[in-house]
């Protein structure tokens, strides 16, 4: 299983940016793709995730409102878009894709992660 993230970068204050993930190589029926975060010092953490059966989503409540999670099925790419940017979600983002659901995921696989930071 192969996860390829793009569109990190620089950008200032109530900036917006929208990561994508190309998922290849994986054979699962149902799955869950999610993006994380981990800043620097700090646990990785979730900060949206979509599954496969019907494409419901969950957003964190950190990123609630400002960011949204899609996916197309047909080029098994997932996005995060992410607008009014603040500093605290300067961090690495990494795209995960699981077997399962929302609730009950397992056989996790990474992306090598992109970088994000927002400062002026």
């Known amino acids: 299983v192969q996860l390829v993230e793009s569109g990190g970068g620089l950008v200032q204050p109530g900036g917006s940016l929208r990561l994508s993930c190309a998922a290849s190589?994986?054979?699962?029926?149902?799955?869950?793709m999610s993006w994380y975060r981990q800043a620097p010092g700090k646990e990785r953490e979730l900060v949206a995730a979509?599954?496969?059966?019907?494409?419901?989503?969950h957003h964190a409540d950190s990123v609630k409102g400002r960011c949204t999670i899609s996916g197309d099925d047909a080029k098994n790419t997932v996005y995060l878009q992410m607008n009014s940017l603040k500093p605290e979600d300067t961090a690495v983002y990494y795209c995960?894709?699981?077997?399962?659901?929302?609730?009950?995921?397992?056989?996790?696989?990474w992306g090598q992660g992109t970088q994000v930071t927002v400062s002026s």
């Open positions: 979509i599954s496969s059966a019907g494409g419901t989503t």
């Open positions: 190589g994986f054979t699962f029926s149902w799955y869950v």
């Open positions: 995960n894709i699981a077997r399962g659901n929302l609730v009950i995921h397992y056989q996790d696989y």
